[in-house]
Every structure is written in structure tokens, then in C-alpha cells.
């Protein structure tokens, strides 16, 4: 049978994508209802940036301290949609018996895999902009010097680069039982790990390496960056370093999932727990 | 009576089993307090004295209730996911026995994750660990786990209904966390927040056991022995709310029979 041509396979792979981001936000059990809807948008952001604010100001941290907490934070929020659901996707697929079905379609990989996770990027930008608002709202943090479009570009884009994160995550999932174990680890790790609630160089040295690869830290410096006023321009190196460890990791990711993918067609063990 | 303490003790002796069997299980009741704790302690890193020991023993609590809500939520979805639900449902003897004794095994784990982050968080950022008074320190430690091990029973109850029960016991942790004043006073709560604080009784143990531990802690200054009583009350109470809802929901989700309906 002949191959279908370039536009043929760029057609299908774009129509593969999209439906995979509809099945991605139908897939997604918790927005059927509307009191799950509000805790992960609503509440979830809300007791996160109150803990360490509130710890924060307990020890004697300065107003500037806290405020340095509760964007980190904000940002952090996240990674509940980027990394955990993210990650999830391929054990959901395990305990629903979908994944054989999903290994036979001769379906473009790249379409399908990045598709399934877009609806929880959105997600992911969507909480981090509420949890923005609260630190305006609730916790003094000032916009008045805002870049607001650079700001945008941040969230959307470290939205996009934890989700490529979470989609390694995912890969790894593949090949243990569940991804769920992995996912708990990175979804608070990056509290700790990406100068989310203190510099990253307070951190011993092989913390930091860990940290410096994960997109998170270079998503909240060009975050604070354009809270500060920066312009695009002056957020450049913030925000290239974010897109570029993005991209390693979503190219890590997918090259683990075709290996695994592999693995399990070779060795017939799709869901073998 | 015998069968029930029966029950009980085959539940716990299941988790158990169902621990050593598959142990990785382990990792994400854990890892939530011991970052947590970590991130705490590290904005701690420039202050000294007692408050540093105020830290850790707060770190320890969440340690606890980390386990306990993360694991009351498991210990009825974790039926659901391996289809043992009705099974269990259907066995002759009330749901709520067989769930005592899974809580009843969460919360020890809660209390060994707790013992190691304390551990952990003395020997990191050497805190040091001198407690005023041994004996009440235990004193308090153990009648606080009883009284964690009667909200995770009352908390299960809403799992048995739901099929979020990962999801909540995900959301609540952090607001326990707060709610109870692991690592601040709840007194620097809002003023609404504050009477959900003092209705958990796990909130009341913990201050005994700063009382007991740190020199001159006053806390919410109620004083160590009425700090007990408040927490052995709620923990009555949890307990026996707990019971009346596991008939009302056991029953209710065998008229239904919606139990792994999704």
C-alpha cells in the first residue's frame, strides 16, 4: 500500500491531534462536576499560597519575603493539572484496559501524545492565573508595574514546557505499574527544587542540577521577572531556557514512549502488573 | 464483639500484606509531608532557638496526618480499583469494623513516617530534640494518633459514597495542614477559619505536645490537660458520628448499588 503523501499525513496527524484534545478533556472524569471544578481551580491555589504565605510570615519573613513565596507558589499551583494529570494519563489507560486499543492505532504518535495532555496545559495556565490573583487580591503582591502580555507568555508557556514534564512522567508510567508514584514525587518536588519559595541557590549542589532541569524554575524567574516590569525582551534568557527545557524533556519523553511502546509490543506486556 | 475485634485485626493484618506486597504504595503517602517539611524547614534555615524544634515537631505532625488522610482516602479506593468493593461490602460484618482496622494501620504508619521526618529534620538541620516532659510527650503523641485514626474514620465514610476519594484526599491535605497548626499557631487564621480549627481534634493533641515538649510553650494556652480532654471529646465524637454514617452509607450503597458506577 502506498504511503499517504506529506499533506495527507500532516492533515491526518492535526486531525489526530485535535480529537486527542477532546478526548483529552472528556477523559477527564473530575470536570463533570462543578464542586471538583472549584477545588482544583478555586481552593487547591488558595490553601497552597496560604500555607507557606503564613509560615512565611510566622518566621518574620519581610513583606517583599513573602510576596517572593507567594508568586513562587502561585506559579507552582500548576503542576497539580501540568504534572499529575499529565503523568496520570498512561495509568489511567492501564486500570481502564484502554491501552492495547490505543498501541494498535496507526495513529501519529507525536499528534496523539502531546494532544491527550493540551486540555490539562490549559487547565495548568488557568490555575496558575487564579492563584495570580489571589496573590494580588489576598496577599499584597503588586501588578501595578506588570508586564501584563509578558506575564501571559510566561504562564502559558511554563504551562505548555510542565506539561512536557508531566508527558516524561507519563512515558516512565508506561513502563512501571502505575505513573501515579513518580507523578506524587514531581508534583511537590518542584516546590522545593525550582526557587519556588526560596532561591534555588540555597539549595546543596545536586538539588540544584535537579532543579535547573526542571522547566518550573526558569517559568517562575521570568514570572517574577515580568511581575517586576520586565519586558518581553529582558525575559528572554528566562523564558528561551524555559521553551529549551521543555523541549528536552518532551523529546526525552516521546523517545521513552516509543521505546516502551516497543518493549511492550515485543514483549506482549501491555498492562502486566 | 469477638468477631468484630476479629475483623479488625484481619483488616490491619490485610493492609499489612498489602503493603509488604506491593511497598511502593508507600512512596506517595509520604512524600507530600516529607517535602512539605522539607520546604518549611529551609525557610526556617536562618532562625534559631527553640522555634527551630517547634518546626520539626510540626513536621512530624504532618508526617502523620499525611498518612492518615492520604491513607483513609486509599483504604476504600484501593477496593474500588481492585473490584474487591462489593465483596467487602457483602462480608458478615459491618463495613466499618474492616475499615477501623485499616485506618487503625494507616495511622501507624502515619506515626513511624512522623518518628522519620522528625528524625530526619533534627540530624539535617540539627535542631537538636530535648523534650521538657517525656512522659506526657508520649503521653499526648499516642492519644493524638487515636484521635487522627478517628478522623480518618470519619473521612472514609465520604469515600465509600464518592468516587473522587483520590482526589479529595489529595485536596484536604494541605488545608489539615493549616487547619491544625502543624507549623504555625492557628491563631494567625483568619477569624472564620478558626472555629473549623478548634472542632478538630487533632489540633488540641498537637499543642499538648508542644506543651510537653518546648520550654515555656504556652500555645493556644488552654494548658496540656485540657488540651487532652478537648481532644479526647472530639475524638469521642468523631467516633461515634463515624459509626452512625458508615450504617447510614453502608446502607445506602447497597440500596443503590452504584458503588464502582462511574
Known amino acids: 500500500m502506498e504511503r499517504p503523501g506529506l499533506r495527507v499525513r500532516a492533515a491526518q496527524a492535526a486531525q489526530v491531534f485535535t480529537s486527542s484534545i477532546r478526548f483529552g478533556r472528556k477523559g477527564t472524569v473530575i470536570w463533570d462536576s462543578p464542586d471538583m471544578i472549584a477545588m482544583q481551580i478555586v481552593i487547591l491555589p488558595l490553601v497552597q499560597i496560604s500555607f507557606f504565605a503564613i509560615l512565611a510570615g510566622y518566621i518574620g519573613y519581610t513583606a517583599s519575603g513573602v510576596q517572593y513565596i507567594v508568586v513562587g507558589n502561585a506559579l507552582q499551583t500548576m503542576s497539580y493539572a501540568a504534572v499529575f494529570s499529565v503523568a496520570n494519563i498512561t495509568s489511567s489507560d492501564k486500570w481502564q484496559g484502554t491501552l492495547p486499543t490505543l498501541m494498535v492505532t496507526p495513529a501519529n504518535r507525536m499528534a496523539l501524545f502531546v494532544g491527550r495532555a493540551f486540555f490539562q496545559a490549559g487547565l495548568a495556565s488557568l490555575m496558575a492565573l487564579v492563584a495570580l490573583g489571589y496573590s494580588a487580591a489576598l496577599f499584597g503582591v503588586s501588578f501595578a508595574r506588570a508586564d501584563v502580555p509578558g506575564l501571559l507568555v510566561a504562564v502559558v508557556v511554563t504551562g505548555l514546557t510542565m506539561m512536557s514534564f508531566g508527558l516524561l512522567i507519563s512515558s516512565i508510567g508506561l513502563y512501571l505499574r502505575t505513573a501515579m508514584i513518580v507523578a506524587n514525587v514531581f508534583l511537590f518536588l518542584t516546590m522545593l527544587v525550582s526557587g519556588v519559595n526560596f532561591p534555588v541557590s540555597a539549595l546543596p549542589g545536586w538539588l540544584q542540577a535537579v532543579g535547573y532541569a526542571i522547566p518550573m524554575t526558569y517559568g517562575v524567574e521570568a514570572t517574577r521577572l515580568a511581575i517586576a516590569g520586565a519586558s518581553l525582551g529582558q525575559m528572554a534568557t528566562a523564558l528561551g531556557e524555559d521553551v529549551l527545557s521543555g523541549a528536552v524533556v518532551l523529546a526525552l519523553g516521546y523517545l521513552l514512549w516509543e521505546a516502551f511502546e516497543r518493549l511492550a509490543r515485543r514483549t506482549g506486556r501491555f498492562e502486566e502488573y | ?262
Open chain 2, 1 to 262: 464483639m469477638t468477631n468484630r475485634r476479629q475483623a479488625v485485626k484481619a483488616s490491619m493484618y490485610m493492609s499489612m500484606k498489602l503493603l509488604l506486597a506491593d511497598p511502593q504504595w508507600l512512596i506517595p503517602v509520604i512524600i507530600a509531608p516529607f517535602i512539605f517539611t522539607l520546604v518549611a524547614l529551609f525557610l526556617y534555615r536562618d532562625v534559631s532557638g527553640p522555634i527551630l524544634l517547634y518546626a520539626v515537631l510540626g513536621a512530624g505532625l504532618m508526617g502523620m496526618w499525611g498518612t492518615t488522610v492520604y491513607g483513609s482516602g486509599s483504604s476504600v479506593t484501593t477496593d474500588r480499583w481492585n473490584g474487591t468493593m462489593e465483596a467487602t461490602l457483602a462480608a458478615p460484618i459491618p463495613l466499618v469494623w474492616i475499615v477501623v482496622g485499616r485506618v487503625i494501620w494507616n495511622t501507624l504508619i502515619g506515626l513511624v513516617n512522623g518518628a522519620a521526618i522528625l528524625v530526619i529534620g533534627v540530624l539535617w538541620f540539627r535542631t537538636g530534640f530535648s523534650v521538657t516532659d517525656p512522659p506526657l510527650f508520649a503521653l499526648a503523641t499516642v492519644l493524638t494518633f487515636l484521635s487522627l485514626s478517628s478522623f480518618g474514620l470519619v473521612l472514609s465514610t465520604v469515600y465509600v459514597l464518592s468516587r473522587k476519594g483520590g482526589f479529595i484526599s489529595n485536596s484536604i491535605e494541605i488545608p489539615v495542614y493549616i487547619a491544625t497548626g502543624t507549623m504555625f499557631p492557628v491563631i494567625l487564621l483568619p477569624l472564620v477559619v478558626q472555629p473549623v480549627s478548634f472542632a478538630i481534634g487533632p489540633t488540641w493533641g498537637i499543642d499538648a505536645i508542644r506543651v510537653a515538649a518546648l520550654p515555656g510553650y504556652t500555645g493556644i494556652g488552654t494548658g496540656y490537660w485540657l488540651d487532652l480532654l478537648v481532644m479526647l471529646a472530639a475524638t469521642a465524637c468523631y467516633f461515634a458520628l463515624a459509626f452512625y454514617l458508615y450504617v447510614r452509607v453502608e446502607r445506602l450503597a447497597k440500596r443503590n448499588g452504584t458503588l464502582e458506577e462511574y
